[in-house]
């Protein structure tokens, strides 16, 4: 499947059915480096996204280099020019068999692999050369032009600078070698049907949150049969079943489990207005007397340029309620598609795209309710330097809603110094709700950046839960 250039900024929406679309979609997404394309068909997944740029504009380049998160897992292959295994079923070629997926970069029968491996030694520093010029102040830093036999990536200077550095490697070169496969299987050619995901809960099917694995069995994602296949699937459906963990009454986020006291309160508000949604006995019932839950995205990016037919997965946990997420960030593009703001996935889910900080932008959502608004903030970076300017004044407005707000973070480090940001700054002014904790909807791929593959993150792999505190009101009777 070939992508042409002039639909590559067209995204077809319609209400979607179960398994994936049969009609191929694509969007466009501005990155770091330029429009990138998507496209999302029956059999082909293919979602680029370049280097995760960073929350706010104007963040320099350097900056920029900290936050990689992208979501390049989906890819199609590139049929064409590309000398790969012939053969295979259906129409793809199979550019690379399942059990022959390990390619070093440079020999990769896929060309988009070669050219990863190109930019890596182009972006990238050899760690031992780094270490010597720290300690040394002398050596030069040389690019990464030797390739690590056991992961396929170009990772050091010369073989002598990756012997001298293998202990440290060591950490590193298993997860690189899982994502060289991974990276190889997603662009195979071979037909991805664990993207053919499931519509509506049976009724009388429980779904458990407690992990991925129990998730994906009792919601029947029939298609999901390796660990492999899991990553590819976790990675995408991290963001909606995130926001569906903490929303749904079973949700693993518990009292006794990190949930505070006024995280209960605040997630009883709103499961109150979920019960609401079910006890309504009509479409008519419902469209008249309930309000539709409302889901920020902050600081939106990648989260926004999903599929919509993903945010699905959301509706089917929580099968009564009208959803509309709303997609704020000054990197937020207008909808996928660049031109409408709103995007009606089914009857009950749509999603709605507004490009600029939600502090500038507050009075277009006032005003803000605990029982039907909730926030998430992706993976923020709100103590990164750059950011957190940008993010003060949102947080602020946020804390002023009273509104449940969740963020994520990379790993253990990146969500722990958000936090501490907050404490900081916004001391005696919040409640937390959930306290930190790892996630159990995190993506289970592990991204490394280009520039310093000693770096790594994992979509949503904590999370954690706030709000404005709330003063109890001492006044005397009237
Ligand atoms: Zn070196
Ligand atoms: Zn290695």
């Excluded at 129409?91 to 190109?118: A, C, N, T, W, Y």
């Excluded at 060591?170 to 519509?199: I, K, Q, V």
Aim: hydrophobic residues 35%.
């Amino acid at each position: 499947m070939s992508l042409p250039s002039s639909s590559a900024r067209s995204l077809e929406m319609r209400s979607l059915s179960a398994s994936m679309p049969t009609d191929e979609r694509m969007l466009s997404m501005p990155s770091a480096d330029g429009v990138v394309s998507a496209s999302w068909s029956r059999s082909q997944t293919l979602l680029r996204t370049a280097t995760a740029a960073p929350r706010f504009a104007g963040v320099s380049r350097a900056a920029s280099a900290r936050r990689f998160i992208s979501l390049k897992s989906l890819f199609a292959p590139s049929p064409k020019g590309d000398g790969g295994v012939s053969g295979g079923s259906g129409q793809q070629r199979l550019l690379v068999k399942s059990d022959d997926l390990f390619h070093p970069l440079s020999k990769s029968p896929i060309k988009e692999m070669r050219e990863k491996g190109l930019l890596i030694q182009e972006h990238g520093s050899c760690p031992t050369c780094v270490s010597e010029t720290s300690s040394s102040g002398t050596a030069a830093t040389r690019e990464p032009m030797f390739e690590c036999p056991d992961c396929g990536y170009p990772t050091h200077c010369s073989e002598t600078h990756w012997v001298s550095d293998k202990q440290h490697h060591a950490e590193h070169c298993g997860y690189l070698r899982e994502a060289n496969e991974d990276e190889h299987d997603l662009r195979s050619g071979r037909t991805l049907r664990e993207f053919e995901f499931p519509s509506a809960q049976l009724p009388e099917v429980v779904v458990n949150l407690s992990d991925w694995d129990t998730f994906l069995y009792t919601r029947s994602f029939t298609n999901v049969e390796s660990d492999r296949s899991m990553r590819h699937v976790s990675k995408v459906l991290t963001y909606p079943i995130t926001m569906g963990a903490v929303l749904h009454q079973y949700s693993p986020f518990a009292l006794g489990a990190g949930l505070t006291p006024e995280g209960l309160k605040s997630l009883t508000a709103l499961r109150t207005t979920i019960k609401e949604h079910e006890l309504a006995r009509s479409e008519k019932e419902l469209e008249m007397q309930v309000t539709p839950l409302r889901v920020f995205v902050l600081g939106a990016r990648a989260e926004a340029m999903l599929p919509p037919h993903l945010y699905l997965q959301l509706s089917y946990l929580l099968p009564h309620s009208p959803i509309n997420i709303y997609f704020v960030g000054p990197e937020c593009i207008p909808s996928p598609d660049e031109t409408r703001s709103t995007i009606a996935v089914s009857s009950r889910l749509a999603l709605k795209y507004h490009k600029g900080y939600f502090h500038d932008a507050i009075w277009n959502f006032a005003p803000f309710d605990p029982y039907t608004d909730i926030f998430f903030m992706f993976s923020p970076g709100i103590a990164h330097p750059r950011g957190r300017d940008g993010w003060r004044p949102t947080v602020e407005k946020l804390l002023e809603t009273k509104c449940a707000v969740f963020a994520t973070g990379f790993h253990e480090k990146d969500m722990l110094s958000d936090v501490k940001a907050l404490e900081d700054d916004f001391a005696g002014k919040m409640d937390w709700l959930l306290q930190p904790q790892p996630n159990p909807f995190a993506s289970l791929k592990r991204d490394f950046g280009i520039r310093n593959l000693r770096e790594w993150a994992i979509a949503n792999w904590g999370i954690y839960g706030f709000r404005g505190k709330r003063y109890e009101v001492q006044g005397k009777k009237s």
